[in-house]
């Protein structure tokens, strides 16, 4: 049977699963959920996730159009995670688009 993939409903759903997919390394969900014009390889993907780091928390602190009938939006948002350096907090502003009905992400303003 063919695993059926949930769509995110909004830009900050997307952003949640990305976040997990972040916590969890999963690779595909990242990759498929990143628009093509902005995705990198795969191979500088897997180097960027780092298993010496661990991502703690997702704060979402607002968001600006990204809804169920909007084309794009975008998700301020901060990271925290543990690693090698202590905790760290990454702040930014993701860009989000939706096409053929899927919420991707573009890119962010760290």
Known sequence: MLRQERRAATAAALMRSRYTAFTVRDV???LRTW???TRPGRAA???SLSDEVRWLRLDVHSTSAGGPFDDAGTVEFTALSKGPRGREAQRELSRFVREGGHWLYVDGDV
């Open 28 to 30: 595909d969900h990242l």
């Open 35 to 37: 628009h093509p014009r």
């Open 45 to 47: 993907l897997l180097d």
